[in-house]
């Protein structure tokens, strides 16, 4: 016995996608001529064989017309005007030529100049042309006329590179995507003998799925993929904007990439929007077919089923819609979720607490699903709920024989924070009772026998990240002149360069120094601090990342006074070589300095009348004025008015009997009382603002030497 067998192929073609612009042409007239209906333009240039109308009439002679023919000599003859060249001239140029001719042989002329019928012309049609050929046109025709008389492009023909050559040269190249996208055209004249060049297109893609229109698109060197989707229209709205497949042939291999249209349409020059090559295939993906934003509910509910997510946006809100039936079991409903990675959690809801606002709502997620139990169902799913330092912290199924180690694994395990040694477990034993079980999580998930404890329904887990349980002082605050003050956690490696780049930096107000103060004992015991001082600038240096930060530091940048702001200024006017204002080279800078840096004395000046201007407020502080002033005060009313004696005391001077022991101002000389000369504060202050000081010295030498020696 011969078995014959027989195999059957079945071959799944894929859809033929149309050459896109090509349907245009389906209709184009096939004869070889081309007649267009359009008025004949104002650059129209006539030519041999074109067929004009002359009238003419005057006030005295009745009108006169003549039909005449433009000849071979580019002369129009016009009975009782003579001959015009009219070759190559407008019609507006020819009615101001008939015109000229008219006034020079009729008085006050009228006239009229019309193209009854312009001349006909050949142009050729060649290359990859749908119907090649040559084709006889008015002389008014465009190229578009012929091309579209050509019936376009032929399958492997361009419709983007359409040259118009006269007289071997390419007058023009016309894209026809300008005129099939946007309606634009260009408005090229043709001329006798002119030839229509369809060159073969050199790249084309395609472009598939859900786009406005799919087919395929010649496109010329440098389109992206963003010109390929504008060229067809974009993306549909049910279109996956993330998912953009791009299949390209590289090294006799095809390959493909996942663009993101959604990407490369808000910025082009995204990644993504790559340049295209000849033979790629793009192809937008539909939507997935699954509803978003919405959630459902089903059991013992009067309508069950999904509803929209901004209406039930919490759990209270969807039974309310749902309206849980009578008969339903109040204590409990169970809300299904799947987390990002697809893990499915549960979350316990207090039917009967929640609707009576005794619970906590919760915020409903996009496809979260809410069962709710009838009285007498058994079905109820047992829930360990497992918070803090885990990965995917929730409610999950407590399956038969399930474990810490097991909850801790659909969790997605122990963040790298997590205390390892220790967490709780809280487990009802009552109505409202509750037993804490301590257990260590690393060896729980080990499957040590004695920390992994067999898990039951209501089960809570609490996971407690290391700094929680750890009583070390690892923190450090920064005050003053920081962008960003407050405290700091210490890591180990931490310097004070690296702290003040976490503050920010300092501001513009910062004085300039840092202080790194640290609690110390002294020797009874008390408490103290121990303070080092950097300058900001070898803080932002080397000196700053060699110094170590511990714990409980607390490092300052103090804020520059009003005075640090800018230089302190003098002004030296007069006889000096250079005199002006000068900034203090420091506090306490001679008065020789300055004036050596203002080049000394001018030739005629007179050191011995040098006077010094300073101002009351800048002699005293504020707060020794304040207290001069109360001294002042309470001076004035002690001292009794006495009569001044002649030779005894200036004016302005009071004299005061005071017992030698009593003050440390007076002398005692044998017992005896002696007098106090007191001269009233209020009087010697009770000068102008500015005080001017003379200077009477005995030498020049002396004088200058002295002189020199005064502090600014």
Wanted: aromatic share 6%; hydrophobic share 45%.
């Amino acid at each position: 016995m011969i078995t014959l067998l027989i195999s059957v192929i079945i071959v799944h073609a894929e859809p033929t996608l149309p050459l896109f612009g090509f349907d245009f042409f389906a209709n184009a007239p096939t004869d070889s001529s081309v007649a267009p209906q359009n008025a004949v333009p104002a650059d129209y240039r006539l030519g041999a064989g074109d067929r004009l109308r002359v009238r003419y009439w005057t006030p005295s002679i009745a009108e006169v017309s003549h039909d005449a023919v433009v000849m071979k000599s580019g002369l129009l003859a016009i009975p009782g005007i003579g001959d015009l060249r009219a070759a190559h001239l407008t019609l507006d140029e020819l009615h101001k030529a008939v015109g000229a001719r008219l006034r020079e042989a009729f008085k006050q002329p009228s006239y009229a100049v019309d193209l009854l019928e312009p001349r006909t012309i050949a142009v050729y049609v060649v290359g990859a042309a749908r119907r090649p050929g040559r084709y006889l046109v008015r002389a008014d025709a465009h190229l578009f006329n012929v091309v579209y008389a050509a019936g376009g492009a032929s399958e492997e023909g361009s419709l983007r590179r359409v040259a118009l050559r006269r007289n071997n040269a390419t007058v023009a190249t016309v894209d026809l995507y300008a005129f099939l996208l946007g309606g634009a055209s260009e408005d090229v004249l043709l001329e006798d003998d002119d030839v229509v060049v369809f060159p073969v297109a050199e790249s084309r893609v395609s472009l598939e799925g859900q786009v406005a229109r799919p087919a395929i698109y010649e496109i010329l060197p440098g389109t992206r993929v963003a010109d390929a989707l504008a060229m067809a229209g974009g993306m549909k709205a049910t279109a996956y904007p993330r998912l953009l497949r791009l299949q390209r042939v590289e090294d006799g291999q095809r390959i493909e990439r996942t663009l993101d249209a959604q990407a490369i349409q808000r910025n082009p020059a995204h990644a993504n929007n790559l340049v295209l090559q000849n033979g790629d295939r793009l192809l937008a993906e539909d939507v997935s077919g699954m509803v978003r934003k919405q959630v459902a509910v089903r059991g013992a509910v009067e309508y069950p089923g999904a509803y929209a997510i901004d209406r039930a946006q919490t759990a209270k809100a969807l039974l309310q819609e749902a309206k849980v039936m009578t008969g339903a079991y109040w204590e409990r409903a169970d809300l299904l979720r799947k987390l990002p990675d697809g893990t499915p959690v549960v979350i316990s809801i207090p039917v009967q607490r929640l609707l009576n606002n005794q619970a906590d709502d919760v915020t409903l997620h996009d496809q979260d699903e809410l069962v709710v139990y009838a009285a007498n169902e058994k079905a109820v799913i047992p829930v360990a709920t497992i918070t803090g330092a885990v990965q995917s912290p929730a409610g999950y199924r407590v399956s038969e024989g399930m474990r810490i180690s097991d909850l801790l694994f659909a969790a997605g395990g122990l963040q790298r924070d997590a205390a390892t040694e220790v967490a709780h477990l809280y487990r009802r034993v009552g109505p409202n009772d509750f037993r804490i079980l301590r257990f260590a999580p690393a060896r729980a998930a080990q499957g040590d026998a004695e920390e992994n404890l067999l898990l039951q329904d209501e089960d809570r887990l609490v996971i407690y990240r290391q700094q929680e349980v750890e009583f070390s002082q690892a923190r450090v605050a920064v005050l003053g002149e920081v962008q960003r003050p407050g405290e700091y956690q210490v890591y180990d490696g931490l310097t004070l360069y690296d702290l003040l780049l976490q503050a920010g930096g300092p501001t513009a107000d910062a004085a300039g120094t840092v202080e790194l103060a640290t609690v110390a004992l002294d020797a009874s015991g008390a408490k103290t601090a121990d303070i080092a001082t950097l300058t900001l600038d070898a803080a932002m240096q080397d000196a700053g990342r060699n110094r170590p930060i511990h714990g409980g530091m607390l490092v300052s940048l103090p804020r520059r006074t009003h005075d640090l702001a800018q230089p302190w200024k003098v002004e030296l006017k007069g006889q000096f070589k250079r005199p002006g204002v000068y900034a203090l080279l420091h506090e306490g800078e001679t008065l020789a300095s300055l004036i050596e840096r203002a080049g000394g004395f001018a030739e005629s000046s007179d050191p011995f009348g040098i006077s010094l201007t300073r101002r009351r407020d800048k002699m005293l502080s504020t707060a020794t004025a304040q207290q001069i002033q109360t001294v002042m005060d309470t001076m004035d009313q002690l001292l009794p008015p006495v009569e001044p004696r002649t030779g005894e005391q200036p004016a302005g001077a009071e004299v005061l009997d005071m017992p030698a022991a009593s003050t440390p101002l007076s002398t005692q000389a044998g017992g005896r009382y002696e007098k106090i000369l007191l001269v009233s504060p209020r009087r010697l202050t009770a000068m102008p603002t500015n005080n001017r000081i003379g200077f009477n010295l005995e030498d020049r030498e002396s004088y200058l030497e002295r002189l020199g020696k005064m502090r600014l």
